[in-house]
């Protein structure tokens, strides 16, 4: 006996009732798809972002650190006095210079994957450029640390090439700072730089690959040399997935909290900020106030990206 036949009526005209309702109705059909992804995402990820919002307007009562549930811009003003000011200038700067330094890095690698990189050696890139991704993300900070260190492998490379004296000048000046390379702004761009560099090189590739062969061999016809054709043809055509990639490297570094404080010197940035303030002193609204500015440049960001084509290279 089949599974039908063993069922009673009322379970197969129910069934089939909702079936034909759902394929008369497939708006209603769709409704009931995205439903549970819609609510989980307006409930629980935006719901959590307007809690966060709400919370940098309230202010924190300097006598007792209770939290003052009052509309209030006190806190938004806190964000421009001299030492926070200064930490969210180092945290700008350190994502812009980690997002222009990985643009360098990764167009050569990817136009190489693109434009020459066939068979096997294509899948060799992508193993290459996706390994790193596979392991723990305090593994590498961690062995960067120990590579940085002043007993690390990159100042026994450094001594044995009798170089040391160029790593002790560059440590010292001011804008530096630290006695290694464990513990200074150099090394925790190099880690970020590390770390965030398959999201600059897989966008950047894929646009490249999008770039046609017969611009190239036209603007060579037309007498223009390398220099002129990677400039007037290539990197236009290739910017879209430049500027896809950096949304990933400048708003990751915008807000990473580890590698500052593994690698970092003692001068904090925005998600050491966020992590003290909400932590050790307890203020949740200047905490919450220092969470909402990445959020506001990255909208401002990915405004401009857009505006440039560059979710298309997504």
Known sequence: MSEAAAMPPNALNWR???SDTLWRRPRLLLFLLLAPPVLWLGVIYLGSLFALLAQSFFSIDEFSGVIKYEFTLKTYRELL???NLDIIIRTVLMAAFVTIGAAIVAFPIAYFAARYARGKWKA???LGVMLPLWSSYLVKVYAWKLILA?????????AKLHLTWLLDAWLSLPIIGGNSLSVSYTGTFLVFLYVWMPFMVLPIQASLERVPSSFIEASADLGANARQTFFNVILPLALPGVIAGSIFTFSLTLGDYIIPQIIGSSRLFIGQAVYAHQGTAGNIPLAAAFTVVPVVIMGFYLWAAKKKGAFDAL
């Not at 002043?150 to 450094?158: A, C, M, P, Q, T």
Request: no cysteine; glycine share 12%; net charge positive.
């Open 16 to 18: 089939g009732r909702l």
């Open 81 to 83: 006095i001299p030492a």
């Open 124 to 126: 060799l890139f992508y």
């Open 150 to 158: 002043k007993e690390g492998i990159l100042n026994w490379i450094l």
